[in-house]
């Protein structure tokens, strides 16, 4: 049989979500893989705190709403009607000015038969929503209400910034990430990766890299993790692999190179790390 172009490459697995179709799809091209869930997502039906959250915001309504991803923004709608609030929600999200972070944004606000008043022209673009409501696109924004639905990034620097220009800021966090269930897994993780025992850990998003960090902190772990990850790429380390640039936000901060995909999808991820092992030489 001709061997898959991930053979040989021991892949280090931090996602929750998805994570068996991850490992379905490196197992297929020849990998090998090590699982450690670095956090738990809870589904939406069942986060209180994006309820209260929810009927807060159909209480006190906002000025200005960003939508920063469709699978989020689309989710937070679902949830609602199940929880009986979808009309009302609606009716608010139709009254403020709606700002999507990129064409998905844009795409799931249309598709739920509302309008945005401006959408950013990059994919998934926080700098430009930012600079765009400072400079005033929707007026000023001192005692204003703003609701920005976060998805993954948690995005401190674009709410710092619109607070110290005086909004009132919502956090509407569609998904609640929970510490990791089975803490002996990210242990192994942690050691297999500061061990050099994998040669790839990926990452699907940026819970889950804060939540490795998290854990090699607590364990007094936190520098060699991270001095094992900037080790590649190209070098002797582990090779970072994130789904995309949000998802290597906290990377970048702590200068951790890291590799990902034009396309923000788990299949691509694969194919950009499958080019990168192709361009890089083995033992």
């Known amino acids: ?22 490992i379905d799809l490196l197992h297929r091209r020849g990998a090998t893989t090590l699982h450690g869930p670095t956090m738990r997502i809870v589904p939406l039906a069942d986060d209180a705190e ?3 959250t929810t009927r807060a915001l159909l209480d006190a309504p906002p000025a200005v709403v960003v939508a920063t991803t469709g699978q989020g923004f689309r989710g937070w709608l679902e949830v ?42 990059a994919t998934e673009s926080s700098p430009e ?12 924004l001192a005692g204003r209400r703003i609701a920005v639905q976060l998805h993954g990034d948690p995005m401190t620097g674009f709410l710092a910034a619109l607070r110290e220009a005086g909004a009132d800021v919502v956090e509407v966090h569609v998904y609640r990430w929970e510490p990791p269930p089975d803490l002996p897994a990210v242990d192994a993780l942690i050691d297999a990766i500061v061990g050099r025992d ?50 290597a936000a906290p990377l970048d901060r702590r200068d951790v190179p890291s590799i990902a995909p034009d396309r923000f999808r788990l299949g ?6 499958e080019e990168h092992v192709a361009g890089t030489p083995r033992p």
Not at 1 to 22: N, Y
Not at 95 to 103: S, T
């Open 268 to 273: 691509a991820m694969v194919r950009r790390l």
């Open 198 to 247: 994998v040669d790839v850990v990926t990452f699907t998003s940026a819970p889950a890299v804060e939540g490795l960090l998290q854990r090699a902190e607590t364990l007094g772990r936190d520098e060699d993790l991270v001095a094992a990850l900037r080790g590649g790429p190209g070098g002797s380390g582990v090779l970072a692999c994130a789904v995309g640039p949000v998802t």
């Open 129 to 140: 929503v930012l600079e765009h409501l400072l400079a005033g696109g929707e007026g000023p």
């Open 1 to 22: 049989m001709t061997p898959g172009p991930l053979e040989g490459v021991r892949v280090g697995v931090t996602a929750d979500r998805r994570a068996d179709d991850q």
């Open 80 to 121: 609602a009607d199940e929880w009986g609030l979808g009309e009302r929600l609606r009716a608010v999200l139709g009254d403020a000015a709606l700002l999507a972070r990129g064409p998905k944004a844009r795409g799931a606000i249309r598709g739920a038969g509302l309008r945005e008043v401006w959408a950013a022209e």
């Open 50 to 52: 994006l309820a209260a």
